[in-house]
């Protein structure tokens, strides 16, 4: 699931204090479950803007709601008639669902109070790990299950650098080198062949805007 994190007060402040009236929207999807941007997260800081716009005898003022999901229009669809009379919109949504709220609304600023930080799973309450970067070519299956582009600090491919001491990685001694981890998983199941398999060099579709269209509905967009 995507994580996000609040950006720091001053620099949402910073942002949006030349506007007289804010909307500040959440979202009930991915930040809303990493505890960053759903319901709770837009009242509170909402109050903090607040306080903070009094405090400097500013005129601002920030309103609030939620949406099910900012990244799927439909759900910004009930928004039209909310947003008439606001000078800007904050989201607390992901990189994405900021994108699609100005595309929505694109006769008003709009800008991010989260930052996008990663694709990750949960370890405690409020704490994350980063288990994925979305490359767009996923080898996990010959890796024993552990990324290599996420958790190698150098996003190696095929196998460790030479600056692996002790399993641990030369960027920190506290976290293990993947590719040992990845050896160690492999061992366990009887899979160690797999890590002499070579993977084709990354094309780094990252670097460019990509659509993805599930198999079944393939039919549906591609028609000739």
């Not at 809303?32 to 709770?40: D, P, Y």
């Not at 005129?59 to 900012?70: A, I, L, W």
């Not at 062949?193 to 269209?213: F, G, S």
Request: charged share 25%; hydrophobic share 35%; net charge positive.
């Amino acid at each position: 699931m995507v994580k996000g994190k609040r950006k720091p007060l001053k620099q949402i402040t910073a942002a949006i204090k030349k506007y007289k009236k804010v909307l500040n929207i959440g979202c009930g999807g991915c930040v809303s479950v990493c505890l960053a941007g759903g319901q709770k997260e837009v009242l509170a800081l909402n109050t903090e803007l607040n306080i903070s716009f009094k405090f400097d005898k500013a005129s601002t003022r920030c309103d609030g709601v939620t949406v099910e999901r900012q990244c799927n229009m439909k759900f910004l669809v009930e928004l039209d008639e909310i947003v008439e009379g606001y000078d800007c919109l904050l989201s607390m949504a992901c990189g994405a669902g900021v994108q699609l709220l100005a595309e929505r609304f694109p006769h008003l600023p709009v800008f991010p109070a989260i930052n996008t930080v990663s694709i990750g799973v949960d370890r405690d309450i409020g704490v994350y790990e980063e288990r994925c970067r979305a490359c767009g070519e996923c080898v996990i299956g010959f890796t024993g299950g552990i990324c290599p582009v996420a958790r190698c600090a150098k996003g190696l491919f095929n196998g460790p650098c030479g600056g692996v001491s002790n399993g641990k990685c030369e960027t920190n001694s506290d976290i293990s080198c993947a590719w040992v981890d990845i050896f160690n998983r492999l061992k366990v199941q009887d899979r160690l062949d797999e890590i002499i398999r070579i993977q084709q060099p990354m094309e780094w579709q990252n670097q460019k805007q990509r659509t993805t269209i599930q198999e079944p509905y393939e039919k549906r967009y591609y028609r000739k």
